[in-house]
């Protein structure tokens, strides 16, 4: 059975960090790729992060490069994604998906956790 499950999310004051966690069953950890996406109320997913699980080359959205950082620990199956200087405008749900090459095209992953919340307060 195919299954991603995010943890790590909360409230956060702004300029503080927090580090998400997706963990994957064998299912979906066969794929070659894991992103990293958010949604905010009444806006559009947004692509943040991908990592491949092999070589652990990434792409990275501009909006977080250099804040964000993506991660997998490939004996847990488990991909993190560390960020810091938190904004309010980072508030959103969270979400991982599996996918097969280092897209931001939300179209090209094919499985989705159910997202952990991220609320940045100012």
């Known amino acids: 059975q195919a299954r991603l499950v995010e943890s790590g999310g909360g409230l956060v004051q702004a300029g503080g960090s927090l580090t998400l966690s997706c963990a994957a069953s064998?299912?979906?950890?066969?794929?070659?790729?894991m992103g990293w996406f958010r949604q905010a109320p009444g806006k559009e997913r947004e692509f943040l992060a991908a990592?491949?699980?092999?070589?652990?080359?990434?792409n990275y959205a501009d909006s977080v490069k250099g804040r964000f950082a993506i991660s997998r620990d490939n004996a847990k199956n488990t991909v993190y994604l560390r960020m810091d200087s938190l904004k309010p405008e980072d508030t959103a749900v969270y979400y991982c998906?599996?996918?097969?090459?280092?897209?931001?095209?939300?179209?090209?992953?094919?499985?989705w956790g159910q997202g952990t919340q991220v609320t940045v307060s100012s």
């Open positions: 998906a599996t996918t097969s090459s280092l897209t931001t095209d939300e179209r090209r992953y094919k499985y």
């Open positions: 064998r299912r979906v950890f066969i794929d070659y790729a």
């Open positions: 990592i491949i699980w092999s070589s652990g080359g990434t």
